[in-house]
T-cell receptor, first 113, second 114 residues
Framework: AQSVTQLGSHVSVSEGALVLLRCNYS??????LFWYVQYPNQGLQLLLK??????LVKGINGFEAEFKKSETSFHLTKPSAHMSDAAEYFC???????????FGGGTRLMVKP | EPEVTQTPSHQVTQMGQEVILRCVPI?????FYWYRQILGQKVEFLVS????????KSEIFDDQFSVERPDGSNFTLKIRSTKLEDSAMYFC????????????FGPGTRLTVL
């Protein structure tokens, strides 16, 4: 069985500050890992994904994530937060058949001016 | 850019009634999914569908739920007799073909059961 834990249901940063959203996973097989973002009243949009190629994955809007097998982590970072980054962020893991995504609980990012 | 669409955006129903939630996946995609998110909780997988049959389903997807691809474009989720605890946001997603392909999500249908 697979699972995802996102530490911190709410994260608040100042505009221009580093964004760090934490994700730890559990998987019995080599995982595929994803970060999705959900803006208010919208669906889930893929930010980036790890599929066993490079461990540092770059995504849209300046976000990146690093897969660390030894730590079973896939934390999401952005060097400088923008007001438009305020949203809910979901980490997810997939089995290697791509059949289903298992999501973490989500982290709501707030950006202060 | 192609996108997954869902109708209606909000559905209100009485307990015990049947509801059908509709989705139009991206046109050349082959795999289809339903997920739900109860307010304040995780997004949960319900079912995946490929080649006109269910490929995987979760424990949530009991006999009250069914899915159908009635034509070449729509993908529906039916709840036969809604319960209060079915109130949630329901997301449809589709994927092209390969296991590395991304699942693209629709905007969701908010179902409220009274």
């Amino acid at each position: 069985a697979q699972s995802v834990t996102q530490l911190g249901s709410h994260v608040s940063v100042s505009e221009g500050a580093l964004v760090l959203l934490r994700c730890n996973y559990s998987s019995s097989v080599p995982p595929y890992l994803f970060w999705y973002v959900q803006y208010p009243n919208q669906g889930l949009q893929l930010l980036l994904k790890y599929t066993s190629a490079a461990t540092l994955v770059k995504g849209i809007n300046g976000f990146e994530a690093e897969f660390k097998k030894s730590e079973t982590s896939f934390h999401l970072t952005k060097p400088s937060a923008h007001m438009s980054d305020a949203a809910e962020y979901f980490c997810a893991v997939s089995d290697n058949a791509g059949n289903m995504l298992t999501f973490g609980g989500g982290t709501r990012l707030m950006v202060k001016p | 850019e192609p996108e997954v669409t869902q109708t209606p955006s909000h559905q209100v129903t009485q307990m015990g009634q049947e509801v059908i939630l509709r989705c139009v996946p991206i046109s050349n995609h082959l795999y289809f999914y339903w997920y739900r998110q109860i307010l304040g909780q995780k997004v949960e997988f319900l079912v995946s569908f490929y080649n006109n049959e269910i490929s995987e389903k979760s424990e949530i997807f009991d006999d009250q739920f069914s899915v159908e691809r009635p034509d070449g474009s729509n993908f529906t989720l039916k709840i036969r007799s809604t319960k209060l605890e079915d109130s949630a946001m329901y997301f449809c997603a589709s994927r092209l073909a390969g296991t590395l392909d991304t699942q693209y999500f629709g905007p969701g249908t908010r179902l409220t059961v009274l």
